[in-house]
């Protein structure tokens, strides 16, 4: 069995599979330059030959034991018509929604098309070892780009609109669960054999605002996937939340669980299921700052993680990050002995 799989399904392995969150990305120069073949982010991640070609970029440069589907958690938006830009420099960009147009928002989910056909596509090039990874953000993390119109340090403009319009708040995350949900499900009929729900967004909430922002459209998302007949192993990564992290387990019915760079994951192992994986969780800056630091907090990492473990970081892989460095994580996972520069 592929190694993802054998540690999703409750089993340990000796030496942890690794893949990294954004390993796709500009830290490496073969991405540039396919990225700079296209102006507009959003046209690049519609393009099915492109964007495959970068989701096994990371396969083929460090041997990574899983890719992941190169798209955006912020494709779901459009597909409800709303628009999204990406700005060098700045992020995502997309029109503030109001009230009215929560009431008034029209599916239009052929425009993911392009996604399943680069699903397709890795598939058919992908090493037979190798796990392709799905994904899609949750609700909330979405809905709070929908309602601030870009990326915020607080999100305090969409937890105040959550809670002074409940309804409103109610029928914009249904909406998202209902295009997240076809929009996994196509993902596996296309190829992928894992998902992964990105809630980066699951911090600072108050606990009954977690249970209705977070674990009601995860815990619905997840059962309607189910129905569907669609069984593969779904990742939560709820990023930041604190103890809520129990709950999210408990409550949400997700497969495994991604925890963030706080998170002691040795106490996380002892208070949820014995063979719930646990992926996770080194901090993006020791990766960022190599040398001494990473090598111990890769220590760290491995000593801490009891049972089924699939070795990841507490959130993406930043474009300043050493290819070096991720070679001698890798390494050093695999072999004990990295090369830190
Ligand atoms: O390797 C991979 O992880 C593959 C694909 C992937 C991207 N984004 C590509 C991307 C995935 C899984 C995501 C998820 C995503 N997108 C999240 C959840 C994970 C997280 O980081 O918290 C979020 C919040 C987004 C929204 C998003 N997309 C933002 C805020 C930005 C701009 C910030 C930035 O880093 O520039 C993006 C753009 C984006 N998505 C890039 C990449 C490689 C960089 C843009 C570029 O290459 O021009």
């Known amino acids: 069995m592929k190694k993802i799989l054998s540690v999703l399904s409750g089993h340990r392995e000796d030496i942890p599979p690794i893949w990294m ?5 500009r830290h490496l120069p073969e991405y540039l330059e396919i990225r700079n073949t296209t102006t507009s982010f959003i046209d690049f991640c519609f393009s099915p030959e492109k964007a495959s070609e970068v989701t096994l970029q990371p396969i083929h440069r460090y041997d990574m034991d899983a890719a992941i589907l190169f798209a955006d958690i912020l494709l779901v ?5 709303r628009q999204v830009t990406f700005e060098k420099g700045v992020g995502p960009i997309l029109n503030p929604i109001s009230i009215n147009d929560i009431k008034r928002l029209q599916k239009n989910t052929n425009v993911l098309k392009p996604v399943y056909e ?18 899609c953000g949750a609700p909330w993390t979405v809905a709070t780009y929908m309602l601030e119109g870009k990326g915020t340090t607080n999100k305090e403009k969409a937890k105040k609109f959550a809670y002074e319009n409940p309804g409103a708040t109610k029928d914009l995350l249904e909406s998202l669960v209902e295009v997240s949900v076809e929009y996994l499900i196509k993902q596996a009929e ?12 699951a911090s600072d909430l108050s606990p009954s605002m977690f249970h209705d922002l977070i674990i009601k459209p995860t815990r619905n998302i997840i059962k309607l996937v189910r129905d569907s007949g669609v069984d593969v192993p779904i990742i939560g990564f709820p990023k ?22 706080e998170i002691p994951i040795k106490k ?9 994986a646990i992926q996770g969780n080194l901090d993006p800056l020791a990766l960022r700052l190599g040398g001494k630091t990473l ?29 070096e460095n991720i070679k001698a994580v890798i390494n050093h996972i695999r072999t004990g002995n990295g090369n830190y520069v």
Not at 21 to 25: L, N, S, V, W, Y
Not at 123 to 130: F, R
């Open 21 to 25: 969150m954004r390993q796709a990305g």
């Open 77 to 81: 938006p459009i597909a409800l018509g």
């Open 118 to 135: 680069t699903v397709k596509k890795v598939k058919k090039k992908l090493y037979k070892s190798k796990t392709l990874i799905g994904f």
């Open 190 to 201: 296309a190829g992928a054999e894992v998902l992964q729900i990105f809630e980066s967004w």
């Open 240 to 261: 930041n939340c604190g103890l809520s992290v129990l709950d999210y387990v408990e409550k949400t019915g997700i497969s495994a669980i991604a925890a963030s760079t």
């Open 268 to 276: 996380l192992r002892s208070l949820i299921p014995e063979n719930m």
């Open 295 to 323: 090598e111990y907090q890769v220590e760290e990492v491995l000593k801490n993680a009891r049972g089924p473990h699939i070795f990841n970081l507490g959130h993406g892989v930043s474009p300043d990050v050493k290819i």
